[in-house]
């Protein structure tokens, strides 16, 4: 058995008849899909509805990935806006991942160094004052602190 109708094996038909139309109009349409309200829906509608999301959300984050690369492999290091945004979202995470990076906070009145002795200078002073922080904050818990051979009863 073929997939012909009838009336065309029968009769002397035009030689470009497409099979479209010896299909039925469903076979051709695709059937519209039920609207259910969210109270009339079962739970294999939600989750084929939430399998559906997940799947369209995962084709557009692979299309992002696509063109942030693309633009990457065109413009590459940090050249373009997208690779510095990347690495200083990547620089936050490591420091919220308590990795051993410490972010340094931009006070603005940094001027680039010329030299290598003015870098080591600057270097040896944000030691200085670091180191003096902590020792203050040591003194401070000291001070806090009262010992019980102190206390008189």
Known sequence: M????????????????????????????????????????????????????????????????????????????????H????ALMKLEKDVKSSKNVSLLKDEGNYKPVKSSSAFFSRLQDEVRDQVKTKKETKRKKDKSTVKVSQLKL
């Open 83 to 86: 690779s510095k945004k990347a």
């Open 2 to 81: 073929s997939n012909v109708p009838v009336m065309s094996m029968e009769e002397v038909a035009p030689v470009a008849v497409s099979d479209a139309m010896m299909l039925a109009p469903e076979e051709i349409h695709e059937k519209k899909k039920e609207q259910k309200g969210s109270t009339e829906k079962t739970e294999i509608d939600r989750k084929r509805e939430r399998r559906e999301k997940k799947r369209r959300q995962h084709e557009r984050a692979v299309a992002r990935e696509k063109r942030r690369k693309l633009v990457e492999k065109l413009n590459p290091g940090l050249g373009n806006k």
